[in-house]
């Protein structure tokens, strides 16, 4: 149970609805909202100039061993998840509107989460290295795959505008800092060994991104036509999205043999979406767009899967130390 309680599930979340709040009643317009809009990309390039830095080339390459792990774990992620969100597109518009909709495939784009999954993986006693390095490389390939993926399967949605400017700008506000980040890991070590101030530069970085984007869906009034059973459907279709990927990865790696511990990382990494690194690539990949309601079913998601995973992890937990306590002679019985 301590190991829950570091787990971001209430006070990360609580936040992001302050935000929204905050947003409601006090949205940024005019000059203010300018303001925001710079500070917001500068945040960003903060961000991924940090995930550059923290990845450490040697521990990923020697993780690569194990790479029918990794493998399985990438190709929930960026495979099976875009292939659902595609399949999900007969609910819009007649159970989600067409801006949710896009949010929803979006959700299925984006990488898995890192701190999260490799929390889980190690209350639910799998194997904590080799989800270190699933989680990892995820986010790693997810700056160069979300953006890609985003481009060739929701073009035709008329959500995202394909054009050189676009690609140069995500490759200026989110690549070029992660390639920078990579490039000063050396001096940057003062700022890696300090999670605190990690931790503020994402959940900062966050709570700017939503507090923008929910301040511009006021100010456009965007909301006003959004009903509550639209949201009510959208947490549903996130559920039962969660649903289908957990029975997924359960499967998938029974079917590749992999050992349980093994398994635990492919259900707990291959089963997340990332909100700290999906709302600000939202933000570059969408200008322009009600970028509040695309965002809205990955927040939503992301609360699912925490809570859905926590009772997961507990569970695999009791099942780990009954099985440690049963003498091997029993066992063998």
Known sequence: MKRLSALPID??????LACVGLASVFPARGEVADLLGWATRIAIAVLFLLYGARLEPREALAGLRHWRLHLAVLSVTFVVFPVLGLALRILAPSVLTQDLYTGVLFLCLVPSTVQSSIAFTSIARGNVAGA??????????????????VVLLMSTTGKVEVRAS?????MVQLLLPF???????????????????????????VFLVVYAAFSAGVAEHIWGG???IR??????????????????????????????ADR????????????????????VLFAGQPVGLIVLPL???????????????QRAARRAEVTASVPAAALAV
């Not at 699933?134 to 997810?142: D, R």
């Not at 676009?166 to 995500?170: E, G, M, P, R, S």
């Open 11 to 16: 006070g990360f979340m609580l936040g992001i």
């Open 132 to 149: 270190v390095v699933s989680a990892s490389l995820s986010n790693l390939i997810g700056v160069f795959a979300t953006p890609l993926l």
């Open 166 to 170: 676009t690609v140069l700008f995500i």
């Open 179 to 205: 390639v920078i980040g990579q490039l000063l890991r050396p001096r940057l070590g003062w700022v890696l060994r300090r999670p605190a101030v990690l931790r503020s530069v994402d959940r900062g970085s």
């Open 226 to 228: 959004v009903p509550p």
């Open 231 to 260: 949201i009510v459907a959208t947490a549903v279709v996130c559920a039962g999205l969660l649903a289908a990927v957990l029975t997924v990865t359960t499967v998938l790696g029974k079917l590749a043999g992999f050992t349980v």
């Open 264 to 283: 635990i990382v492919l259900v707990f990494c291959g089963s997340k979406k990332s909100l700290a690194t999906g709302l600000p690539m939202a933000s």
């Open 299 to 313: 927040m939503i998601f992301h609360q699912v899967q925490l809570l859905t995973c926590t009772v997961l992890a």
